[in-house]
């Protein structure tokens, strides 16, 4: 039993050249809508997906694809689903019609390394393709690109195939699927070795433009719903006069700037903690992270926790607390007294909640535009966390949760639903909560906290004391020193796991 059989059943009429249409065709209609994102498979409740909710996507790909809107898999839909195109998602189904951002790159000097080059080409047109791809880029961004002949490197091109020794995402021979990479700051970028790749002719695919394509993304870009820009999902073909469409160059200036006359070569600087001044400068009261209530907790950019309290701010480390901060004093323009925080390592975005405003930040720069008004859920939020196994952010407010893709328009008209439908043991509005670097969740409330497993149930053994695992402060009394050993979630024993990556956790091993 499964959600194609039960679609089938619905559109099994439904043809648009008369002929009746197989289940492996539909089936296979499915699996695209499914593995480009039109559809995505809901964390609760069954796997099976409503005929509307298949009409919808079908709508969403048509209307992207730029094919009449039916609704229905009539054959120019199939045709379309049929090209050859680029492995990514296309996420896009909110109304704008413009460039889609991922992430970027914190440098705009980027090292790259061309690990091995198609047989197709000889070396010396195959290499001049490929810098040619990243001149593209180049000309209209301050960026650089160094090559590197050995070592790590920034960005890692490298063609494989069905099977790959360093890739979980093994391409599908000839067709179909030509390419992938990953998003900032990943940099891997992947050619699939079974396509005649080409230069110069209409035959075979183009290597210079789909390595433009990739690196696109791999410096941050997503797709475009231009179908004549690069950045769009499926293959246009070789253009012997090709050049960026103003959507492309709208997006990549949208993350790096324009390329200056005069070129501003100096590196941002990145705020880190030790160069900011540690002192407040207005007296307020300064929280004792030993004792009371957490406001947000978030696991920041590289594995930093961030703890909130009041208008200050503080990172737990390895070896206990970091010092306090003025919120202000990192987050330029934020206030305290935060409702929840949340990092997305999807998105590289940093969202902020206080009644009824979000504020957005990368690193600790406001993304423009914001604050902007929190409209399509309620205000006073309690809590809020990224789940890495399914890369949605979860709002908590009393005992009820919203489940947000931040890369597509979401349907919120289900929400909330009750935290204990999917959080199993979790106690009604949490003052706090985060994913952490074990790809595990975790829930504040009050003194304590709880840890959930990977199927989203409270651990035996908790809640603990924040305070004692957490912060690491002195316990107050004997009876209330930790017992010894086993599972103590303080940051110095937790096992390190890997958290899945946007788009699937590609790493190139060292050559
Ligand atoms: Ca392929
Ligand atoms: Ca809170
Ligand atoms: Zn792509
Ligand atoms: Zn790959």
Request: proline fraction near 8%; aromatic fraction near 12%; glycine fraction near 8%.
């Amino acid at each position: 039993m499964n959600w194609q059989w039960l679609w089938l059943g619905f559109l099994l009429p439904m043809t648009v050249s008369g002929r009746a249409l197989g289940p492996a065709e539909k089936e296979a209609a499915v699996d695209y809508l499914l593995q480009y994102g039109y559809l995505q498979k809901p964390l609760e409740g069954l796997d099976d997906f409503k005929p509307e909710e298949i009409t919808e996507a079908l709508r969403v790909f048509q209307e992207a694809a730029e094919l009449p809107v039916s609704g229905q898999l009539d054959d120019a839909t199939r045709a379309r689903m049929r090209q050859p195109r680029c492995g990514l998602e296309d996420p896009f189904n909110q109304k704008t019609l413009k460039y889609l951002l991922l992430g970027r790159w914190r440098k705009k000097h980027l090292t790259f390394r061309i690990l091995n080059l198609p047989s197709t080409l000889p070396t010396h047109v195959a290499r001049a393709a490929m810098l040619k791809a990243f001149q593209y880029w180049k000309n209209v961004a301050p960026l650089t690109f160094r090559e590197v002949q050995a070592g790590w490197a920034d960005i890692r091109l490298s063609f494989h195939g069905r099977e790959s020794s360093y890739c979980s995402n093994a391409f599908d021979g000839p067709g179909r699927v030509l390419a992938h990479a990953d998003i900032p700051e990943l940099g891997s970028v992947h050619f699939d070795e079974d396509e005649l790749w080409t230069e110069g002719t209409y035959r075979g695919v183009n290597l210079r433009i789909i390595a433009a394509h990739e690196l696109g993304h791999a410096l941050g870009l997503g797709h475009s719903r231009y179908t004549e820009a690069l950045m769009a999902p499926v293959y246009a073909g070789y253009r012997p006069y090709f050049k960026l469409h103003q959507d492309d160059i709208a997006g990549i200036q949208a993350l790096y700037g324009k390329k200056g006359p005069e070129i501003e070569d100096k590196e941002e600087e990145e705020m880190e903690l030790s160069s900011v001044p540690p002192m407040p400068t207005k007296p307020s009261p300064m929280p004792d992270p030993c004792s009371g209530e957490l406001d947000a907790i978030l696991l920041g950019p590289r594995g930093k926790t961030y703890a909130f309290k009041g208008d200050y701010v503080w990172t737990v480390t390895d070896s206990g607390l970091g010092p306090l901060f003025r919120v202000s004093a990192l987050w330029e323009g934020l206030p305290g007294n935060l409702d929840a925080a949340v990092y997305s390592p999807r998105t590289q975005w940093i969202h902020f909640f206080k009644g009824n405003k979000v504020w957005r930040y990368i690193n600790f720069k406001m993304s423009p535009g914001f604050p902007k008004k929190l409209n399509r859920i309620e205000p006073n939020l309690d809590a809020a966390l990224y789940w890495p196994l399914n890369q949605k952010v979860f709002l908590f407010k009393g005992s009820g949760y919203w489940q947000w893709d931040e890369l597509a328009r979401t349907d919120f008209s289900s929400y909330p639903k009750p935290i204990k439908s999917l959080f199993t043991g979790v106690p009604d509005q949490p003052s706090a909560a985060m994913s952490w670097r074990d790809g595990r969740v975790y829930f504040f409330k009050g003194k304590h906290y709880w840890r959930l497993n990977r199927q989203l149930r409270v651990e035996k053994g908790y809640p603990r004391d924040i305070a004692q695992n957490w912060m690491h402060c002195r316990p107050q009394s004997p009876d209330t020193i930790p017992t010894d050993g086993d599972i103590t979630p303080s940051a110095t024993d937790i096992i390190l796991d890997t958290i899945p990556s946007a788009t699937g956790s590609i790493t190139l091993p060292e050559a």
